[in-house]
């Protein structure tokens, strides 16, 4: 089993930044894939970002705007988010799995429970 917890959440205006953490627990954590995924109101949960080694993969939406970053010795993984936009706003969730980063939410077996992003316009 592998516990996420994340953090970061918040409300901030247009052109702002967030950055969002994923702390992890119960297994090695560099064994695993880690996701982050969001679900606005009304809407199916969708890809943001992944990474296992080296750089990460993103949505197309966020090309540009999000970093993906794990940190192994500290059981973390981060989402910075820069210029973000209304359309932004979301629940967002860590998620872990074994291989590699897919875009796919039901390969994903491990899930946190969500922090909430709020992007005002």
């Known amino acids: 089993q592998v516990q996420l917890v994340e953090s970061g959440g918040g409300l901030v205006q247009a052109g702002g930044s967030l950055r969002l953490s994923c702390t992890a627990s119960?297994?090695?954590?560099?064994?695993?894939?880690m996701g982050w995924f969001r679900q606005a109101p009304g809407k199916e949960r969708e890809f943001v970002a992944g990474?296992?080694?080296?750089?990460?993969s993103y949505a197309d939406s966020v090309k540009g705007r999000f970093t993906i970053s794990r940190d192994n010795a500290k059981n973390t993984v981060s989402l910075q988010m820069n210029s973000l936009k209304p359309e932004d706003t979301a629940v967002y969730y860590c998620a872990a799995k074994s291989g590699v980063a897919t875009t796919r939410r039901y390969e994903y077996d491990y899930w946190g429970q969500g922090t909430q992003v709020t992007v005002s316009s």
């Open positions: 119960g297994r090695t954590f560099s064994n695993y894939a």
């Open positions: 990474i296992r080694w080296g750089g990460g």
